[in-house]
Structure formats: C-alpha cells, structure tokens
C-alpha cells in the first residue's frame, strides 16, 4: 500500500512559477513509477507528467514541455512538479499517481495509487 500526499499548491499570477511536492509513504516507492495529473473544473483529468522509477527518463503532455519538470527524491520519498511559465489555462487541481511498474503510463486508470490533489490557481 502506498499513500500520497501533494503540497505546494497556491494562487500564482501568469508567469510565476510553483513546486508542487509529492510524499510516499511506504518502503517500496523506487519500485513505483510516478505521475502528475491535472483536473480543470468541467474538464477530465489529463495527464502532465510521468517519471520512470529510478528517475532517468521522464515524459510530458504537449502543453507543458519545456514549462515544467518532474523529479523525484527516493531517499526522501517525494516526486516534485516543477512549473515555470504558468498559464492561467494550468488552473486546476493537480494530483500525483503511483504504479507499481518501471514506466509511467499516460492513462489514468493503469495507476494503483492516488493522492488527494492540491490546487493550483493561476491568475492573469
């Protein structure tokens, strides 16, 4: 079992720039792939960002390559979001996802864990 927990969420004018944080518990999260979703108010939650267990390959939605980077720590148990360049179409609530795989899908529905999600609110 792992549970996830997001921070780092806030209200930030276009441009700024926002690092969301995601804590695992649990012994196994270098066995997990992670990924960042996002959920616009009327929206589906689309993916953003995915990061391989061990941290060395990473892959991102179209619209926000080169904005933003995920990482991860595993000796502290977090996956970060780092985003630069907001755009007030980045509104919304971010989650993280965990599997118990190498790679990162892009499907939602292949991930085994979900944090509660943090919102992020860029204004123009």
């Known amino acids: 079992q792992v549970q996830l927990v997001e921070s780092g969420g806030g209200l930030v004018q276009a441009g700024g720039s926002l690092r969301l944080s995601c804590k695992a518990s649990g012994r196994t999260f270098s066995s997990h792939a992670m990924g960042w979703f996002r959920q616009a108010p009327g929206k589906e939650r689309e993916f953003v960002a995915g990061?391989?267990?061990?941290?060395?390959?990473?892959t991102y939605a179209d619209s926000v390559k080169g904005r933003f980077t995920i990482s991860r720590d595993n000796a502290k148990n977090t996956v970060y979001l780092h985003m630069n360049s907001l755009k007030p179409d980045d509104t919304a609530v971010y989650y993280c996802a965990a599997v118990a795989a190498p790679i990162p899908p892009r499907v939602l529905v292949q991930y085994d864990y979900w944090g509660q999600g943090t919102q992020v609110t860029v204004s123009p």
């Open positions: 990061i391989t267990w061990s941290g060395g390959s990473t």
